[in-house]
């Protein structure tokens, strides 16, 4: 069995990708994936998780999660979805860094399944945005306290990235930029089931319908109707016209109105995010998706 975990990251996904994938259990399932759904999994792994205490699950324990996963004997890949994988998300500044704890929770979940191979996927997002979306998801009114010990100049996902890589460098590991997703969300989806792309798959706009106008998802179904599509790139170029002309602007345009929150920094942390977006492709074992 191939294990796949999407470990989130927080405020980016908000089980999307799960959304997606179960459109899809029928079409999948034919081709060997599992997909359960969250209440099947995410109590069952905390608990057993747990139980291990950062150890190694038994034959039994292992045969006994995944009778309860999959529902067919046939399944040859396994897919887990769910950011708090990567901890609660009040603990993703912990000590003024970011996900301190990345690689005990990379390595607890590896070592659910010890002799499968397993592959870790997540989204990460430019700091600029990320942050204040964690301190309106979990910062109590108060920044000065959600901020406190934290320099947001010197963290980094390149970090991140590699603790992850280096507490389990036996797992390919693949990472997106969230403000990618509408132009490769069934990139995202092929990806993670690991099926090639001439297998069609429902969901393909799940995205993108959040940030563009009705009328031009309409038209851009219509013209793909009559026009598809001959590549991967010309796809995303279809749909980056259509974007720029059809984009609600309220749902694409943040605006941060935080204290001591400049443009100076903003534009600091966008720099940060580029450079490291270019470090994380160069790491070994790590496969970047790109628009």
């Known amino acids: 069995m191939r294990i796949a975990f999407h470990i989130g990251a927080h405020c980016t996904d908000e089980d999307r990708l799960l959304r997606s994938l179960l459109k899809n259990r029928e079409i999948l399932a034919k081709h ?32 006994v999660m995944l009778e309860a996963l999959c529902d067919s004997d046939d399944a040859a890949r396994l897919i887990l979805s769910f950011d708090n994988f990567l901890g609660k998300s009040s603990r993703a500044f912990e000590g003024g860094q970011l996900y301190p704890l990345i690689g005990d929770k990379v390595t607890r979940l590896r070592n659910l399944f010890p002799g499968d191979p397993v592959e870790f996927f997540i989204g990460i997002r430019d700091l600029a945005t990320f942050i204040p979306a964690m301190y309106e998801r979990d910062g109590n009114g108060n920044f000065a306290a959600f901020t406190q010990g934290m320099d947001p100049a010197n963290l980094h996902w390149v970090d991140v990235i590699e603790a992850m890589h280096e507490a389990v460098p036996d797992c390919a590991i693949t ?4 403000e990618d997703t509408p132009l490769i969300w069934p990139e995202i989806m ?31 179904r219509a013209y793909l109707g009559e026009k598809p599509a001959q590549n991967e790139i010309q796809r995303r170029r279809i749909l980056a016209a259509f974007l720029d002309k059809y984009a609600l602007e309220d749902a694409i345009e943040e605006e941060v109105d935080l204290p001591g929150w400049t443009q100076e920094l903003t534009d600091t942390l966008t720099r940060n995010y580029d450079d490291d977006v270019l470090e994380i492709a160069r790491i070994p074992g790590v496969t970047m998706l790109t628009a």
């Open 175 to 178: 990472v997106w930029c969230n």
């Open 190 to 220: 092929h990806e993670i089931a690991d099926l090639e792309h001439h297998v069609r798959l429902k969901g393909g706009f799940d995205v993108l319908s959040e940030i563009m106008a009705r009328e031009g998802i309409a038209r851009l």
């Open 32 to 63: 060997g994936v599992m997909v359960p759904g969250p209440g099947k999994f995410r109590g069952l792994l905390a608990d057993i998780i747990g139980k291990l205490k950062g150890g190694q699950a038994d034959q039994t324990t292992q045969d």
